[in-house]
């Protein structure tokens, strides 16, 4: 891979649009796990699963941002963890959903706002140009 393959407009789209979709991942990751904190004497709203999932997420969030920064910056095995991380946590994400009971319906919410994000980074990943492109190294 050479830096005009990573400077080619369809790259730099595709990679900008995963660093707002993380971003945005991270950030709400970040607020809720904030939340949940301040929020942690109220039982009813906040249980030891909701901060426990609220870290793995956050730190999970913070990781897909660096392997994200990393593959536009052409790291084969960056895109590779990339595409793999973003499908571990779809998974997840969607037992969270499906579980009843586990968590508050306010935390399933945030989940399915966090899986939205990273169904379009799993989109984006895996699509053609990026997949053809990382093939290539």
């Known amino acids: 891979m050479t830096t005009t393959d990573l400077q080619h407009p369809d ?8 660093r707002r979709l993380v971003l945005a991942y ?20 906040v249980t030891a699963p909701v901060l426990v999932r609220g870290a793995i997420v956050a730190a999970s ?9 990393r593959a536009a910056g052409g790291s084969r095995g960056a895109f590779r963890r990339l595409r ?10 969607v037992a969270i959903i499906a579980l ?4 508050p319906v306010w935390m399933k919410v945030e989940q399915g706002v966090c899986g939205l994000a990273l169904l379009g ?5 895996n699509g053609r140009h990026l997949r053809s492109l990382f093939a290539r190294l």
């Open 26 to 45: 991270l950030g709400l990751s970040v607020a809720t796990l904030a939340g949940a904190v301040v929020l942690r004497d109220h039982h009813s709203v």
């Open 121 to 125: 980074v799993a989109a984006v990943i």
């Open 100 to 103: 009843p009971g586990t968590f």
């Open 61 to 69: 969030a913070a990781l897909t941002l660096l392997l994200t920064v």
């Open 11 to 18: 790259t730099r789209r595709a990679f900008r649009t995963v």
């Open 84 to 93: 793999i991380l973003s499908a571990v946590m779809l998974v997840a994400i």
